[in-house]
């Protein structure tokens, strides 16, 4: 986890430039090409075919009651919306790795579904866990806030993780926004400098002359206070 050579994609500040990146237009669509497929896409589930009819493969009663079950378990959670869930597990692809905690709840037929699959953001994870003897995911340490600091651990059977693109035990993966960066950083400070250029000398270099006489220290001074505070704007010219 602790491989990235760049300062500014570590810690907090790795959130807080992702959390600044889809602010750009072009960072933007890319997200809405990987997205759109998936968010658009029909989402089913298929009886398992586990016996025979007139000689076919066929579903058997059992089978089709578990898919409808599973369906209705996936699309009818009490708190979170089937859509939503998909929107944010994409959103893991971008950072490089998305996180939900499973919250189960007892229906009146007495079957245990999912109450919700609560988003849990990767910036609160304080630490990732793993597991001593196997060096498998065990679960993370997570840091929220409300009018302190809550510390609180979530085993990693009770997390739903998407990572994408891990390369050994890095939990957190690597996304689009990592590629990304380098350029969207160029196009961010670029935009300022060129927009700081325009304001300066978007109206070309001013020049004033003082009249024979008049060149004192005074005035020296106030020419170029004024040459400092040009600018270009609305009421320039």
Same mark, same amino acid.
Request: charged share 25%; net charge neutral; glycine share 8%.
């Given at each position: 986890?602790?491989?990235?050579?760049?300062?500014?994609?570590? !810690?907090?500040?790795?959130?807080?430039?992702?959390?600044?990146?889809?602010?750009?237009?072009?960072?933007?669509?890319?997200?809405?090409?990987?997205?759109?497929?998936?968010?658009?896409?029909?989402?089913?589930?298929?009886?398992?075919?586990?016996?025979?009819?007139?000689?076919? $493969?066929? =579903?058997?009663?059992?089978?089709?009651?578990?898919?409808?079950?599973?369906?209705?378990?996936?699309?009818?959670?009490?708190?979170?919306?089937?859509?939503?869930?998909?929107?944010?597990?994409?959103?893991?692809?971008?950072?490089?790795?998305?996180?939900?905690?499973?919250?189960?709840?007892?229906?009146?037929?007495?079957?245990?579904?999912?109450?919700?699959?609560? $988003?849990?953001? $990767?910036?609160?994870?304080?630490?990732?866990?793993?597991?001593?003897?196997?060096?498998?995911?065990?679960?993370?340490?997570?840091?929220?806030?409300?009018?302190?600091?809550?510390?609180?651990?979530?085993?990693?059977?009770?997390?739903?993780?998407?990572?994408?693109?891990?390369?050994?035990?890095?939990?957190?993966?690597?996304?689009?926004?990592? /590629?990304?960066?380098?350029?969207?950083?160029?196009?961010?400070?670029?935009?300022?400098?060129?927009?700081?250029?325009?304001?300066?000398?978007?109206?070309?270099?001013?020049?004033?002359?003082?009249?024979?006489? =008049?060149?004192? $220290?005074?005035?020296? /001074?106030?020419?170029?206070?004024?040459?400092?505070?040009?600018?270009?704007?609305?009421?320039? !010219?």
């Amino acid at each position: 986890i602790f491989d990235e050579y760049k300062t500014q994609l570590t !810690g907090a500040s790795k959130w807080d430039n992702y959390a600044r990146m889809p602010s750009d237009g072009q960072v933007t669509a890319i997200r809405k090409v990987f997205a759109l497929p998936a968010m658009s896409a029909e989402w089913f589930v298929t009886p398992f075919r586990d016996t025979e009819q007139d000689g076919k $493969p066929a =579903s058997s009663k059992r089978s089709t009651e578990i898919a409808t079950f599973i369906q209705d378990a996936m699309w009818k959670m009490p708190e979170t919306q089937w859509a939503n869930f998909i929107r944010e597990a994409i959103e893991g692809q971008n950072t490089g790795v998305a996180l939900f905690e499973k919250v189960y709840v007892e229906r009146e037929d007495g079957k245990i579904v999912w109450e919700e699959l609560s $988003p849990r953001l $990767p910036r609160t994870v304080e630490r990732w866990l793993t597991d001593p003897g196997t060096g498998r995911f065990a679960g993370i340490k997570q840091r929220t806030y409300s009018d302190h600091p809550v510390d609180s651990e979530i085993p990693g059977w009770k997390l739903l993780r998407f990572t994408f693109d891990q390369e050994g035990s890095n939990w957190e993966g690597r996304g689009l926004y990592r /590629a990304m960066y380098k350029h969207w950083w160029f196009v961010e400070h670029f935009e300022k400098v060129f927009a700081l250029s325009v304001e300066r000398s978007g109206g070309g270099i001013p020049l004033i002359g003082l009249p024979e006489g =008049s060149n004192t $220290p005074e005035n020296r /001074a106030a020419v170029r206070k004024l040459i400092k505070a040009w600018r270009v704007g609305a009421e320039a !010219g």
